[in-house]
């Protein structure tokens, strides 16, 4: 069974500094899907950025960018010039390919989240 | 972009009483859709997935015949809570996936916050 741990329960930062959030993975699958999730207080699951498994460039999405190493079984969120709206919980979340979906159709395997706090 | 609208956002009711939840994909159809709940400070947790024209598949320790899925649309899911008991009280969410793109990611909705005196 595919697993996700994000190790970090509770980062500050400092607002225009850069911050970075850890996620690992388990799986023995090849093809997947890694994402980041952002709850702000209203609980709505916003998308920050996405990653193909067969990807080796890193995804970016304006300030957001992460780093993934796919032999290490990592997935690390770096969020540029924090912002005070970037204040949340933070989730990391993994899918299988499609090829793969099986009896799982698809859904999103999350981690515990990491509470982003942002000092003005 | 594809919007998934949850109703109602906010319900209390009373231990004993059933509560329905609807999910709608507004301008796309969705033959898959997931029901998550959420404790407060914990992660979601997938309950179930809803395939239209279909029976929904539960995950384990879910009760089937507590939480009912019904997915009779290409647009709408519902989850009802039978006889909801306050330890039923969670935040629930619901996500679709847009039809013929399986690869695309889930659309959320706002969620529903469920309380049970």
């Known amino acids: 069974a595919q697993t996700v741990t994000q190790s970090q329960p509770e980062m500050s930062v400092q607002e225009a500094e850069t911050v970075t959030l850890s996620c690992t993975y388990d799986?023995?699958?090849?093809?997947?899907?890694l994402f980041w999730y952002k709850q702000p207080p209203s609980r709505q699951m916003i998308l920050v950025i996405r990653?193909?498994?067969?990807?080796?460039q890193n995804a970016t999405e304006n300030r957001f960018s992460v780093n993934f190493q796919k032999a290490a079984k990592s997935f690390s969120l770096k969020i540029s010039d924090s912002q005070l709206g970037d204040a949340a919980m933070y989730f990391c979340?993994?899918?299988?390919?499609?090829?793969?979906?099986?009896?799982?159709?698809?859904?999103?395997?999350f981690g515990k989240g990491t509470k982003l706090s942002v000092k003005p | 972009g594809a919007v998934v609208s949850q109703h109602p956002s906010r319900v209390i009711c009373k231990s004993g009483t059933s509560v329905k939840i609807e999910c709608r994909s507004l301008?796309?159809?969705?033959?898959?859709m997931f029901w998550y709940r959420q404790f407060p400070k914990q992660s979601l947790m997938l309950m179930a997935t809803?395939?239209?024209?279909?029976?929904?598949?539960?995950e384990q320790g879910v009760e089937k015949d507590k939480f009912l899925i019904n997915h009779a649309s290409l647009t709408l899911s519902t989850l009802t809570v039978t006889s909801a008991h306050p330890e039923d009280s969670s935040f629930y969410i619901c996500?679709?996936?847009?039809?013929?793109?399986?690869?695309?990611?889930?659309?959320f909705g706002n969620g529903t916050r469920l309380t049970v005196t």
């Open positions: 996500s679709a996936r847009a039809a013929g793109r399986e690869n695309s990611p889930l659309h």
């Open positions: 990653q193909e498994a067969y990807k080796q």
């Open positions: 979340a993994y899918r299988r390919g499609y090829m793969n979906y099986g009896g799982s159709q698809g859904n999103l395997i």
């Open positions: 301008d796309f159809q969705a033959t898959t």
């Open positions: 809803s395939n239209e024209g279909s029976k929904a598949t539960y």
């Open positions: 799986t023995s699958e090849s093809d997947y899907y």
